[in-house]
């Protein structure tokens, strides 16, 4: 089993800029690909970031030079650095962490951008 625990959610002018945390309860990067994923009221979950455990980095194309995804290995924990932050991007943001038949969800972080 893998705990992750989310946390750097809140209330944010467009714009503005939040990074969220992501701290899993043990070494996991080397073997599982970690993602950031987003709902919002009435929408699907979707994937926004994630970064595999070779390093390599992917992005949604509506985050895509807004947003970075990274990771310190010695802290197991991931990071979502999101700058120039719009009103279509109020959700709840999910920690992931996937690799073949096995992955684990966060609880969630709620990120509301207002005008």
């Known amino acids: 089993q893998v705990q992750l625990v989310e946390s750097g959610g809140g209330l944010v002018q467009a714009g503005g800029s939040l990074r969220l945390s992501c701290a899993a309860s043990?070494?996991?990067?080397?073997?599982?690909?970690m993602g950031w994923y987003r709902q919002a009221p009435g929408n699907q979950r979707e994937l926004v970031a994630a970064?595999?455990?070779?390093?390599?980095?992917m992005y949604a194309d509506s985050v895509n030079g807004r947003f970075t995804i990274s990771r310190d290995n010695a802290k197991n924990t991931v990071y979502l650095q999101m700058n120039s932050l719009k009103l279509e991007d109020t959700a709840v943001y999910y920690c992931?962490?996937?690799?073949?038949?096995?992955?684990?969800w966060g609880q969630g972080t709620q990120v509301t951008v207002s005008s």
């Open positions: 970064i595999r455990s070779d390093g390599t980095t």
């Open positions: 992931n962490a996937d690799r073949t038949y096995e992955q684990f």
């Open positions: 043990r070494s996991i990067f080397s073997i599982f690909t």
